[in-house]
């Protein structure tokens, strides 16, 4: 992909909340939950840090509240 590109992609649909949009606020979840048990075996590596800003930014977006998970 080009520099200049963005990558749609990578953001498809990540506004839409509604049932059309499938099943993207429960694998939200899911993903920042499957996170958390990687921080506590490997602790805190760059990856899974970076993996953990975009988790939490869509729930953000998705007004999921981080401390009811």
Not at 16 to 34: D, F, G, L, R
């Amino acid at each position: 992909m080009p520099a200049n590109k963005r990558p749609r992609r990578l953001n498809y649909g990540v506004n839409k909340k509604w049932p059309k949009a499938w099943s993207k606020v429960a694998n939200a979840i899911s993903h920042y939950q499957k996170l958390q048990k990687r921080l506590k075996f490997e602790w805190e590596t760059k990856w899974l840090k970076n993996a953990m800003e975009i988790v939490e930014k869509k729930l953000k977006k998705y007004q999921i509240n981080l401390n009811n998970i």
